[in-house]
């Protein structure tokens, strides 16, 4: 019934220093300071920013990488040198046509994200224009564009025919259409650029594909993680209606033996009362008939289950000394007239405590010591269990998944919840070690309720 805050971290490795077998490595000092590097800090952030505005506005990265090629190809036929590879744009057409041209290559890439094999298909066929009348750098960015959304998004049986086509159209672009000077660097040039978009595509598409991985799988674990709970919750009803079963079961079988006892009495007397007693007797015996087959509805205990008492506030000293017999040292005070209690009632304080002390057992640690307090006056039952055991952060457990009997702050919860209860737990202020504050309603109040939890205001689930 502890939290646990996993506190990591990294130091540069000491020369000479040995590792334990199996331990992980921390990361080296380079990796965090290029990790820390303001450039970097400032393209994650470029990224989220642009993510966040693609998923509110999704049309507008659709519109902006189709206009951005364009611009560049405007920007190349006005104003381009005759540098590199390839000789700089000038197509002989009017201003009107060359738009169009650049228009009508450009526009399928709006669908690229939706129709990767369509477009891309299209864009192929249709960059043979732009290749013709010495766009390259129009045709090169289309072409490159669509096979970078097939191989991010596309089948990916596709990719290796897609790439084959990509090289042999630019081949013969570089060979047979553009006026090249140097046709064997341009070739290397767009087949390395063809490389890089291919790369950067796989390596994002499978980033993309480990998150989707990872979001699954933690969705899986919050169903199961709930799924548990409501297990936990349903093993830990049961626990409690069967050690219910057997109180009043337990009541019934001395009211049985006082009524049939009784009305022998009245009988030899010749008293009236005698048949009242043996319908007492009678419907004592039917209740615990009944109260067993509920039992077997509830769970898988045989109808001739035998009926025992279950434990009370007298067992406390037999517990505490299995407790103390293990190695912690407890303490133990009561307040208030605690024989006055129900069995229900008491029951249900000895499996608080017992909890309790089990978890204290598990994840104090050694020389720890246990205090344990039971008082009861007109404010209800109040139930205190405290130990010196390490800050929480330090404990392996957590409350909620604990597998002892009890099941941890579930069980608590469940059991408190049929007094009207409310259960505390967490760190203790201002000092080492962990507090459990259970508060059970008036004695006098109405019996057992709906096993429904009820939280305190200040309750802890670390």
Known sequence: MRAETAMASHHPPVAGASRAPGAVPSPPPGLEAAWAHPTLALLLRTQRRLRRVDRQRPWALDAAVPTVIAAMALLDVRIGEDRGPFEAARPDLPFVVLLGVIAVTVLPLWWRRRAPVAVFTVVTAGALVPWTINLWLLAGACLLTALYNLTLHGPVRLLGWAAVVVLIEIGVAVWFLLPSREPTPGLLIL????????????????????????????????????????????????????????????????????????????????????????????????????????????????????????????????????????????????????????????????????????????????????????????????????????????????????????????????????????????????????????????????????????????????
Not at 360 to 378: D, E, I, Q, Y
Not at 399 to 406: E, I, Q
Not at 409 to 429: D, E, F, N
């Open 191 to 462: 087949a390395s650029q063809e490389i890089a978009a291919i790369g950067l595509a796989l390596a994002l598409r499978t980033q993309r594909a480990n998150l989707a991985a990872l979001e699954d799988r933690a969705a899986r674990m919050e169903v199961e993680r709930e799924q548990r709970e409501r297990l936990t919750a349903a093993a830990e009803r049961y626990r409690v209606a069967r050690e219910m079963h057997d109180i009043v079961g337990h009541n019934l079988a001395v009211v049985v033996g006082l009524a049939d006892g009784a009305a022998a009495l009245a009988a030899s007397r010749g008293e009236h009362s005698a048949e009242a007693l043996g319908i007492i007797g009678d419907t004592s015996r039917e209740a615990m008939s009944e109260l067993r087959r509920v039992l077997g509805v509830l769970g898988d205990e045989p109808e001739d289950a035998p009926l025992s008492p279950q434990p009370g506030l007298v067992d406390l000293d037999t517990l505490l000394a299995r407790v103390r017999a293990a190695g912690l040292s407890v303490s133990y005070c009561t307040e208030g007239d605690l024989t006055a209690l129900g069995g229900g009632i008491q029951l249900t304080v000895y499996r608080i405590v017992q909890e309790a002390l089990t978890n204290t057992l598990k994840h104090a640690g050694p020389g720890s010591a246990a205090h344990a307090s039971v008082s009861t006056g007109k404010d209800g039952v109040r139930v205190q269990v405290t130990d010196t055991g390490p800050h929480p952060c330090d404990r392996r457990t957590d409350p909620l998944t604990n597998t002892s009997s009890g099941h941890g702050l579930v069980g608590m919860r469940q059991r408190s919840a049929m007094y009207g209860g409310t259960v505390s737990a967490g760190p203790r202020t201002g000092r080492p070690g962990w507090i459990v504050d259970v508060t059970l309603e008036p004695t006098g109040a109405e019996g057992p309720r709906s096993a429904v939890p009820r939280s305190a205001p200040g309750d802890h689930a670390p």
